[in-house]
């Protein structure tokens, strides 16, 4: 009875054994998509549009047409792909889709549906890169670097910490900016990128609310959350005196926050220990560096906490001050939110800097 379901069991297997490769298509039967760009449809809700790459052997080849890009507009972006689909003679690859742009317009409208889709394919990794495209996600795609030698490359390689570390780029991912979106407390934002004749424009970040973006940080603003949030070391702090300005390179940054709840206007303190090397001065550096450092504390105390009210004032918390306060109270989670909200626009931040300068470079 044994060596019959033996005998059954393995011709069966060998049987379907040819049946397990019918799916699978081969590596040049696939179009590998390697960025997606969706946008507000011009008559349709939604326009995708996707850059695909083409492999070549030859260096010079690969870096005269390294990509196709193919746009569809649809009441769906489900019924876009599809309609995609019919556009291409091989079969579309989202599994190496590092990059997803999100047009302006549609950013300022909804982005729930956008992000439902992508979380919902399983070929779309969780870490793909998020941005919001200016003017159009479709703007940002047609880009097409001098050096750029790989499809999509030089744009992944401003967020993935591979190439250009600059403190005016912040990073998102799909699985964090999704996280931001559901979580009380803790507000979505998206680095902006800017499409130029030949080359992009990152300097500057979207902040949203729980559905959609309501406010736009300039170049030293978004600096300024790139310190606060994740104490990003490679920055300068520059003194307010335009006549005669001093620029720090910090080399070591560490930010701390305190909260007291318990006042009727609640207080956050925030207190922020650089060291650096004075790297610019149009002064004389032969007096004693106590000065510029209280200088340029006083500015620094001046511009974060206009950026926290400014923050405060529009009603996002993209720092994650509202997570603290819910994680050390132990109401009913609706409760604990409902008080939250009530609270932040009575905040009132306190902040400190100490800067230490530790050299004045090799110059003395």
């Known amino acids: 009875m044994n060596n019959k379901r033996f005998l059954f069991g393995f011709f ?47 260096t010079q080849k690969a870096a005269s047409n390294p990509f196709i890009l193919l746009s569809e507009e649809a009441f769906t972006i489900t019924e876009a792909v599809r309609l995609l689909k019919s556009k291409v003679s091989k079969e579309l690859d989202f599994g190496q889709a590092k990059m997803v742009i999100i047009g302006e317009g549609l950013a300022k409208k909804n982005v729930h549906d956008v992000i439902d889709w992508l979380l919902r394919r399983r070929d779309i990794q969780k870490i793909a890169l998020m941005t919001m495209g200016r003017p159009r996600a479709l703007d940002v795609l047609k880009v097409k670097p001098v050096n750029e030698k790989l499809a999509a490359n030089a744009l992944i390689l401003f967020f993935d910490k591979s190439g250009t570390e600059s403190a005016f780029t ?40 729980k559905e959609k973006m309501v406010m736009e940080l300039t170049k030293q603003e978004t600096r ?5 949030m994740y104490d990003f070391k490679k920055v300068d702090v520059v003194s307010a005196n335009k006549r005669d300005r001093v620029a720090v390179s910090i080399s070591d940054l560490k930010t701390k926050y305190q909260f007291d709840w318990n006042q009727e206007s609640p207080i956050i303190r925030v207190h922020m220990e650089m060291r650096g090397t004075l790297e610019e001065s149009h002064r004389s550096i032969k007096v004693n560096l106590h000065a510029f450092e209280q200088e340029i504390n006083k500015t620094s105390n001046d511009r974060i906490r206009r950026l ?13 001050f509202g997570l603290q306060y819910r994680a050390s109270h132990h109401d009913h989670p609706d409760d604990e939110w409902k008080k939250w909200q009530q609270l932040y626009p009575k905040v009132v931040f306190n902040v400190t800097t100490n800067l230490c300068i530790r050299s004045t470079g090799l110059i003395e």
Do not use: M, W
Request: with cysteine; proline share 6%.
């Open 170 to 209: 912040l990073t998102e991912h799909l699985a964090d900016f999704h996280r931001r979106l559901k979580e009380r407390g803790k507000d979505p934002f998206l680095p902006i990128v800017e499409a130029s004749d030949q080359h992009y424009i990152v300097d500057k970040v979207a902040l949203f609310n």
């Open 308 to 320: 926290l009210q400014k923050l405060q004032k529009g009603g996002v918390d993209p720092i994650g």
């Open 224 to 228: 300024l959350l790139h310190e606060l």
């Open 12 to 58: 069966l297997f060998v049987f379907l054994l040819p049946l397990y490769s019918c799916g699978f298509k081969d590596l040049d039967k696939r179009a590998l998509v390697v960025s997606i760009g969706v946008d507000q449809g011009e008559k349709l809700p939604y326009k995708i549009t996707v850059k695909i790459a083409v492999p070549s052997a030859e």
